[in-house]
Every structure is written in C-alpha cells, then in structure tokens.
C-alpha cells in the first residue's frame, strides 16, 4: 500500500497543454476521486500516473518511489478501464492470471490467487469462459479481479461504470465501495459523474481544464464550494445560480422579481454578484419570491419545479414532495441566508 | 444473420437457366483444359474440336512425369510459394501493427508510399528489380525467386485495417500488466488476427504458385524451373502437346484448389470483417 503525490506535473500535447503544473497528494488507503466535465483532463492525468501517457514535466511519486519514468507494468499501479479492456482471446481465467504469468509466478501461486479473487468477485462458476460469453456486469468484475490479482500499490479506474446500466451501475458502485473497504488500498477513481464522486470519494479532486479547482471531502465541496464552478458542479439537481446588485444593505435579486435578501451586506454598492443556491436548500413559504413553473418532475419521493429566468438561467426547486403542484403554478419561494452562496460573475470565485 | 429469400416458381424458371450460362461460361475454359488433358495426341493434331475424347487418356497424367522433371517443378514451386507466403504471415502483421499502433514522424508519408507500390504494374519494376537482382548475383537462386516477394503493400495494407479497431485500451490494459512490445503483439495481437492471417497466406500461396513472368526472367537453369515454366517444355519450335500442358494446368489447379477449400472459411470471414467485401 502507498499514497500517490504528484509534483509541479504537467502534460503537453505538441503545443497543446492539457494539464498545466499540478500539485497534489492522495494519501496511503485513500478514495481519491478525479472529477470533472468531460475534456477536463481527467483520464489524461489518471493515465499519465499509469505511465501511458509521459510527462512533461514534474514528478510521480508512488509510495516512497519515484516513478516518473517507469514502465507501466512496473509501477505498482493496476488499471480498470471503461471498456472493461479484456482480452477477448482468453478466458476469464488467463485474462486474470496473464499479469502474474509475465512475472513468471509458479502456476500454482497464479491458480491460487485467481481462485481467491473469483472467489471475492463472484466468479468462480465462470472461469472458463470468453469475455465475450459474459454479461457488462461481470466483464467490470473481471476487469476489477486482473487488477485485485496483481496486488498492487494502487488502483486507478477510469470510468469504470460508465458502460453498465443504471441499477448495475447502482449496485457495482456499492461493490467498489466494499472492495475499497476489505482491500485497504489507495484507488483513484475518474468518473464524470458526480453521484459516484460524492457516494465513493473518501476526497474528491473537481477538474476544469486541466486545473484543480478544488481539493476536499465530498460534504466539503458540497458545503463550502470554492467557486461557481465547483458549486454548480456538485450537487444533484445543480445549484441554481441568479444575477443580484447590491442595494438597500442586501441583495436585490433581479432574477426574482427583485426579490430582497438581507445578507450580502459586504459586497461593493452597485456591483453585480451572482447569488447561488441548491434546489434542496429553497424554502417555500406564502412570503417568498414568487416564481411561475413552467414544468414539474414527481419522482415519487420527491418533487421537482422547473423554470427558465429572466435572464435565460434555468432554476429548479425541490417541492418537498408536494404532489399538488402543476406547471404553470406559482410558488413563492423564500432563499435561507445561511445555505447561499455568492460569486463574483467575472471570476466565479466566492465571495460570501 | 444472412437473409434469404425464396424467388417464386416464374422468377426461378429464368433465373436458375441464366444463372447455369454464366456458370458455364466462366467454366469453359477449364473444362476444356480437362477434356484436353485426357485426349490423345492423335485427337488433338486432329485438327476438330474434340469436347469428349474418345477414349480417356489417363495415361497422359503418367507420361508427363516421364517427359519432364515434373516432381522437382512441383517441389520448386510449393517451396517457393510456401517460403514466400511464410515471409508474409510473418512480416505483414508486424509491419501492419506498427501503422495501426504506433507514432513515429513521417508515418503518413511512408504509408502512402507503400499504398503508392499498389499502383504500379509489376511490368514496370520488372527490369529494375532484374538488374539488382542479377547486381546481387541472385539469379538462377532460390533468393532470386523469393525475395522481391518477400513483402506486400496489399499484405501490410489487410493487417493494418485488421489491426486498427483492436481498442488501444487492450494494448494499454497488457502493457499495465507488464508485457512489453514484442509480447503485446504475440499476445494480445496476433491470436485476433487469425482470418486476417489465413487470408494473406492463401492469397499469397495460390498467387505465387501461379506467377509466370519472374520466374521465366530470372530462372535459366531447368531444375530451378516452378510448374508454370516447367510447362513451357512442352511449346516446342514446330508443335506444342497440349494434352500434357493441359496436365500440367490441372496440377497448377489442385494445390490451390484445395487449398481455397479449406481456407475457405477464413477468407470469407476475413472479407466480411476487414469491410473489403
């Protein structure tokens, strides 16, 4: 087992620079999340750590060793990969033991280890078979069992669910989560979905073109956004984001009929901010801002409103399970000061 | 899955004759090459077109043995196409791996330099590829006949578009594993290439096994004769026996026959998966 530190490391393409230098450590054991929209650079860093991409420049250091310039089979890393990558000539058998096989373990050993971890996977009854004979589910577990046999100091998987459908996804998300908890070992995860970052990340690493906005635990980003970036981009439904001035010792909302907020004291008379605020957060009250809905999501549980604003934003509000409500309704909605958030429009970063 | 479809009583009245026509057009030749090759000579200098012999001549398929050193044409041609077709299954998927797998500067241009040798006639390199054989001392040689063989465009250009849709992540997922370059392709890449390879060497056998031109320009010695100039030794200055040359076309015939009858299945898979149907 060992943690992963990243050092001033940068990846260019010819003149394309798609990671500028980039600093970050991943502790021994850790669930470390890449999250991101997609060309963000996630999967490009994830695999420069595997060595299939080279650096550029700076330094990957795995457990205590520099690996910068390692072959990738000589990392200590082991890759599951979105297309599960199983070598379709051989069974699940040789394509779990092929790794130990050019380490030139005795085949006893191999036999011993492959039985164990089809024996954790739920695999033994399918051994002999093609990938081609399985089902995505059990390919993703294949995949994840010719990583487990390798041992290895740390496993990186690159949108490993992504492929599967959405009660598989579900149920393999909560597999990798106790997989995680019986091995122990370091695992950096990319994924562009932000529900698995939130469920699996012991520490989630939101990505925007090859920069780190924000490193921390997922309530943290979820609590304490560093920016519009990471506020909109964490969350689901996503964080509504609204246009205010400054005027009358708070905010005037000019997306909400001018509604007026008490806080936001702070910000510079007259400047346009953005205030920030997540769906579930919205209070409804007889008082509050009204808002007309232009469509409306009964989830059974829970209900969701819909509705374009002035200035062409779109702005959804939990209903806390009311099943009256229609669209084209109005709700009158009341903002709570101590669950908003507001950004510099220009800069995105947070001001309050 | 293949769609059949059952033609009505009035559309298969004219289709099955038209079809049979064509059929016997394109046979004509060759069955006239069998009918030939079990006439007598008295038959054949009879000046008539004989369509079934009166009686059948197999004692030609014996006489040419006697006539000719037809064992070692034979010999020399499964060597010489079987060597050339081995250079082929081994070189052309490396070759065609490194075009679809790898970057390296001046890839396109050498790609499309290689497609380029596809367009010009072999008549055309025949002469300069003569000098350097002859430069090299390799006339009359077994080299002689294989080398300029040794590699084709059309070999290299099948392999690279079998090669192609091979994900990169397999390649990537066994270098994670730890395999290096020459394992990932004997591993990983060449057991996917199995039609691809089955293709390349029949086509390539069955070619060879039939070339004419070179081994006629470069070849002078009889014993280094394959069976296609081999048959030149029945075209004598006053009179030809055609009968055996006909003998020696149906053993051209066989080896590939058979040959296309049990690779059939591969061909037709590697036709079917490389798009070039």
């Excluded at chain 1, 910068?68 to 979105?82: L, T, Y």
């Excluded at chain 1, 989830?299 to 669209?327: Q, W």
């Amino acid at each position: 087992m060992a943690g992963v530190t990243l050092k001033s490391v940068r990846k260019d393409y010819g003149a394309v620079n798609a990671i500028p230098e980039l600093d970050l450590t991943i502790g021994d054991g850790e669930f470390c999340v890449f999250v991101g929209p997609s060309g963000c650079g996630k999967s490009t860093l994830l695999r420069t750590i595997a060595g299939l991409e080279d650096l550029s420049s700076g330094q990957i250091v795995i457990g205590d060793t520099d690996v910068s310039h390692r072959h990738p089979g000589e990392r200590g890393v082991a890759m599951v990969f979105q297309n599960y990558a199983l070598y379709p000539h051989m069974n699940v058998r040789q394509n779990m033991g092929y790794a130990l096989k050019l380490a030139r373990e005795p085949k006893a050993m191999i036999a011993d280890k492959v039985a164990r971890a089809a024996e954790t996977l739920g695999l033994v009854d399918y051994l002999e078979r093609k990938p081609a004979e399985l089902s995505g589910g059990q390919r993703q577990r294949v995949a994840i069992g010719r990583a487990i046999v390798r041992n290895p100091k740390v496993f990186l998987f690159d949108e490993p669910l992504s492929n599967l459908d959405a009660e598989l996804r579900t149920r393999m998300r909560l597999e990798l989560s106790d997989l995680h908890k019986t091995l122990g070992t370091t695992m950096i995860y990319v994924t562009h979905d932000q529900v698995e970052a939130m469920t699996l990340a012991d520490k989630i690493v939101v990505l925007r073109a090859g920069k780190i906005e924000q490193v921390g635990t997922p309530l943290e980003l979820y609590d304490n956004p560093a920016n519009r970036f990471v506020a909109g981009f964490i969350g689901s439904p996503a964080m509504n984001f609204m246009s205010a001035t400054q005027g009358d010792g708070g905010l005037i909302l000019d997306d909400l009929n001018g509604a007026h907020l008490t806080f936001g004291a702070g910000v510079a008379a007259g400047k346009p901010v953005t205030v920030g605020i997540r769906p579930e957060h919205l209070d409804l009250s007889p008082e509050g801002a009204p808002l007309t809905l232009r469509s409306v999501e009964q989830l059974g549980g829970v209900t969701y409103g819909y509705a374009i604003l002035p200035s062409g934003g779109e702005f959804c509000v939990d209903l806390k399970g009311r099943r009256d409500v229609r669209a084209g309704d109005t709700v009158h909605l009341n903002i709570p000061q101590q669950r908003s958030f507001v950004f510099d429009p220009e800069t995105g970063r947070r001001l309050q | 899955m293949a769609h059949r479809t059952s033609y009505p009583l009035s559309a298969r009245l004219w289709i099955y004759p038209l079809m049979g026509v064509f059929v016997l057009l394109a046979m004509l030749p060759f069955l006239y090459m069998v009918s030939l090759s079990l006439q007598s000579d008295a038959e054949m200098f009879s000046g008539q077109v004989v369509v079934i012999p009166e009686t059948l001549q197999f004692t030609n398929y014996i006489t040419i043995w006697e006539k000719a050193p037809f064992a070692r044409f034979i010999l020399n041609s499964f060597f010489v196409a079987g060597v050339i077709a081995l250079l082929h299954v081994i070189f052309d998927p490396m070759i065609g791996y490194v075009f679809a797998k790898m970057e390296f500067p001046g890839k396109r241009f050498m790609f499309v330099a290689l497609l380029s040798t596809l367009m010009i006639p072999f008549f055309v390199r025949l002469i300069p590829l003569y000098v350097m054989t002859a430069q090299w001392g390799l006339l009359n040689t077994y080299t002689g006949l294989i080398l300029p063989f040794a590699m084709s465009a059309f070999g290299i250009f099948l392999m690279r578009q079998f090669i192609l849709p091979i994900p990169d992540d397999l390649i990537a997922a066994a270098r994670l594993d730890g395999a290096g370059e020459v394992r990932i392709f004997i591993d990983i890449v060449l057991p996917q290439l199995g039609p691809a390879i089955a293709t390349v060497a029949l086509l390539t056998f069955v070619f060879q096994f039939n070339e004419f031109i070179w081994p006629l320009v470069v070849v002078s010695s009889e014993n280094m004769r394959p069976i296609t100039t081999g048959l030149t030794l029945f075209n004598q200055e006053f009179f030809t026996q055609w009968n055996l040359t006909a003998v020696g076309g149906m053993l051209l015939f066989l080896p590939c026959f058979l040959l296309y009858l049990f690779a059939q299945r591969y061909f037709v898979q590697s036709a079917m998966l490389s798009g070039m149907k």
